[in-house]
């Protein structure tokens, strides 16, 4: 098979033009983008453990604790303590956090009309189809419920 050289500057320097663009985008909403992405994430797989969403994003507990305490002060997700075992908590959106998710998705679809704009809609698509491969071909994936029991 003949190896086809791939230029990796243009992909990760889109990859950050793009995420400095959405950030400009989301400040009216006062999250910034991977605080975004976990709003997305609780809405899609409802409550979750912080432990099972630091799993999700790929991230220690320690990042993730991180990343959520902001969005706690907010107001945005709450907080508690899983009944079914104290030693970890269980985060959830609140009424805010799904109003905020809402101009977040916005913000989102502006972007998805810069790049629509860059690439043309067919562009676009296969853009879209190939990162997600790319991303499903790492070890990335759309967040999922957690699996409770046995």
């Known amino acids: 098979m003949k190896r086809i050289p791939v230029d990796l500057h243009p992909v990760l320097h889109s990859a950050t033009l793009l995420e400095k663009r959405v950030e400009i985008l ?11 992405l976990i709003l997305d994430a609780l809405s899609r797989i409802g409550p979750t453990s912080q432990g099972h969403l630091a799993k999700q ?41 799904r109003a905020v998710l809402e101009k977040v998705r916005i913000v989102w679809q502006e972007a998805t009309a810069l790049i629509t704009s860059a690439l043309g809609d067919t562009g676009a698509e296969t853009f879209t189809a190939l990162a997600t491969r ?10 999922e419920k957690e699996l409770r029991g046995g």
Not at 26 to 36: C, D, I, K, N, Y
Not at 57 to 65: A, E, I, T
């Open 26 to 36: 989301l400040r009216p909403t006062g999250v910034r983008h991977r605080q975004a």
């Open 134 to 143: 790319l991303r499903d071909t790492l070890g990335g994936s759309k967040p």
């Open 57 to 97: 994003f790929d991230v220690s507990p320690g990042s993730m604790s991180s990343m959520t305490e902001r969005l706690v002060a907010l107001g945005f997700i709450t907080q508690n303590t899983n009944p079914e075992n104290r030693r970890s908590d269980i985060l959830d959106l609140t009424p805010d956090g």
